[in-house]
């Protein structure tokens, strides 16, 4: 069992940034592919960015791709999304997510946060 609490939201203007923090805990973290998805209001649940259990592989949409850098710390149970010229459309609730590999992860996570709420103005 793995439970993820993310952090890091908050009120932004256009252009600015944030930095997600997803700290995990539970059994076998390290073996597992992270990544965030977001949901903004009146839409559907949207993947964002993802990161195999080594690092050395990583994913992300087109909409967030160049904008946003998405890492993790295994000895410190934690990922991050480090976002960059925040956009009004990027305002959404941001969900940290876990899977046994990509393709479980992009489907349909075996863990979810409870989310954490980014809004950018202007």
């Known amino acids: 069992q793995v439970q993820l609490v993310e952090s890091g939201g908050g009120f932004v203007q256009a252009g600015g940034s944030l930095r997600l923090s997803c700290a995990a805990s539970g059994r076998t973290f390290s073996r597992y592919t992270m990544g965030w998805f977001r949901q903004a209001p009146g839409k559907e649940r949207e993947f964002v960015a993802a990161i195999s259990w080594s690092g050395g592989g990583t994913y992300y949409a087109d909409s967030v791709k160049g904008r946003v850098t998405i890492s993790r710390d295994n000895a410190k149970n934690t990922v991050y999304l480090q976002m960059n010229s925040l956009k009004p459309e990027d305002t959404a609730v941001y969900y940290c997510?876990?899977?046994?590999?990509?393709?479980?992860?992009?489907?349909?996570?075996?863990?979810w946060g409870k989310g954490t709420q980014v809004t950018v103005s202007s």
């Open positions: 997510a876990g899977g046994m590999d990509v393709s479980v992860l992009s489907r349909h996570p075996d863990y």
